[in-house]
T-cell receptor, first 116, second 114 residues
Framework: SAVISQKPSRDICQRGTSLTIQCQVDSQVTMMFWYRQQPGQSLTLIATANQGSEATYESGFVIDKFPISRPNLTFSTLTVSNMSPEDSSIYLC?????????????FGPGTRLTVL | AQKVTQAQTEISVVEKEDVTLDCVYETRDTTYYLFWYKQPPSGELVFLIR??????QNEISGRYSWNFQKSTSSFNFTITASQVVDSAVYFCALSGALGNDMRFGAGTRLTVKP
């Protein structure tokens, strides 16, 4: 398994601003993933972030709204840009230690975002 | 397309009762992977089990057991002698052979009352 931390754990933001969420892993991993969990809902994959390449976004998510950085094998950031109340969600990062999404994914504790 | 259905939105049981959480999946892949995760009130997702499509053997881990039936495309999860600490939202998830399309079910909220 892997130990994953996220910062911030929660935040309250104003409409129109941006927030960058950090995800730190205690070991080097090839693949990292970002998910969104809207209130009372299931998880939806936003994008896959591999070190050294552009993130791959799922349908309905675009880079301008959710830019992702992956500067090294233990760290990634997700920015939620130009926020609106509809962006209020829990954002989770996960990793697949073996480098395959078909492997078990381990999740961070999540960042609870509220947009006013 | 991958799809996971957890028809039970909420289940409430009394401590020590057995409870089964249903999961039905759809996929066109012959190779795929099924998962169960637990999300307690703290919000963190806890991995419970991973199963590949070629392994239909049922699994037991303490009070937890999983019944994988390819014939009915189901991967059900049973908690025996439930405890209050089992109260959480449980998610079933499916990943295909290409590994780029992880799908989660809607989740089942389990409440175990003392």
């Amino acid at each position: 398994s892997a130990v994953i931390s996220q910062k911030p754990s929660r935040d309250i933001c104003q409409r129109g601003t941006s927030l960058t969420i950090q995800c730190q892993v205690d070991s080097q991993v090839t693949m990292m993933f970002w998910y969104r969990q809207q209130p009372g809902q299931s998880l939806t994959l936003i994008a896959t972030a591999n070190q050294g390449s552009e993130a791959t976004y799922e349908s309905g998510f675009v880079i301008d709204k959710f830019p992702i950085s992956r500067p090294n094998l233990t760290f990634s950031t997700l920015t939620v840009s130009n926020m609106s109340p509809e962006d209020s969600s829990i954002y989770l990062c996960s990793v697949a230690p073996t480098g395959l999404i078909t492997d078990t994914q381990y999740f961070g504790p999540g960042t609870r975002l509220t947009v006013l | 397309a991958q799809k996971v259905t957890q028809a039970q939105t909420e289940i409430s049981v009394v401590e020590k009762e057995d409870v089964t959480l249903d999961c039905v999946y759809e996929t066109r892949d012959t190779t795929y992977y099924l998962f169960w995760y637990k999300q307690p009130p703290s919000g963190e997702l806890v991995f419970l089990i991973r199963r590949n499509s070629f392994d239909e053997q049922n699994e037991i881990s303490g009070r937890y057991s999983w019944n994988f039936q390819k014939s009915t495309s189901s991967f059900n999860f049973t908690i025996t002698a439930s405890q209050v600490v089992d109260s959480a939202v449980y998610f079933c998830a499916l990943s295909g052979a290409l590994g780029n399309d992880m799908r989660f079910g809607a989740g089942t909220r389990l409440t175990v009352k003392p």
